[in-house]
């Protein structure tokens, strides 16, 4: 099973695979492109039919070796626009509805045999977690099962994280939203950020 994690909105990700130590997730990592996504219908909301989840098609920079990332609700899901999730730019996007959760399970496998693929260390990054005006439509994630993690401050110290995490009785961690924001001001490539994503 992979790393669950639970949402008031999930803005945008990519995918790192760590090659050196766990608590230094950015010194050496392959990158994984997000191709396309090849199926979009998580809990079932469409907007494709058949099973139960989104699939990303991935490569592995350095390899060239084809992956998917499968991504399964299991929890509740009200989404927004289901037609938003997918990819967008560079990144991967969920979308839910505003003023709801939806806990997700990500898989890893092979794109042409669809066994699981297992690494021993890998990251996943979360960009441009921002909210309303006065808090509203406050953007969270909550991430369960892991080694470590970092800010934006613990791998640039020049500047200062944006957002607040909770420690949660079952030792899960909660990233919170601190600033207002709004589409036009989300990242459109992962190396090419400004300090609000």
């Known amino acids: 099973e992979g790393p669950a994690w639970e949402s008031e909105v999930i803005e945008a990700f990519t995918l790192h695979e760590s090659a050196g130590n766990p608590a230094d997730i950015c010194a050496h ?3 994984l492109n997000l191709i396309k996504c090849v199926h979009n219908n998580l809990a079932l ?3 494709d039919k058949g099973d139960e989840g989104i ?3 991935a490569e592995d ?3 060239g070796h084809k992956i ?3 991504v399964n609700a299991v929890s509740a899901y009200d989404p927004f ?7 967008t730019g560079e990144f991967g996007t969920l979308n839910i509805h505003s003023g709801s ?3 997700v399970m990500f898989h890893v496998r092979d794109a042409h045999t669809k066994d699981p693929v297992t690494k021993r260390y890998f990251s996943l990054t979360f960009f441009d977690l921002d909210q309303g005006l006065s808090e509203t439509s406050r953007e969270s994630v909550t991430v369960g099962n892991f080694m470590t993690f970092a800010l934006s401050d613990d791998v640039n110290p020049s500047e200062d994280s944006e957002v607040n995490v909770v420690t949660n009785p079952d030792g899960s961690r909660t990233f919170k939203s601190s600033t207002f924001g709004t589409g036009e001001d989300n990242p459109k490539h992962p190396g090419k950020l400004n300090k609000k994503q």
Not at 81 to 87: A, F, L, Q, T
């Open 45 to 47: 909301h469409g907007p």
């Open 101 to 103: 959760s939806v806990k």
């Open 61 to 63: 920079k350095d390899t």
């Open 29 to 31: 990592y392959t990158k």
């Open 55 to 57: 699939i990303y098609l």
């Open 68 to 70: 998917e990332l499968v």
């Open 81 to 87: 626009s289901p037609r938003m999730n997918g990819i």
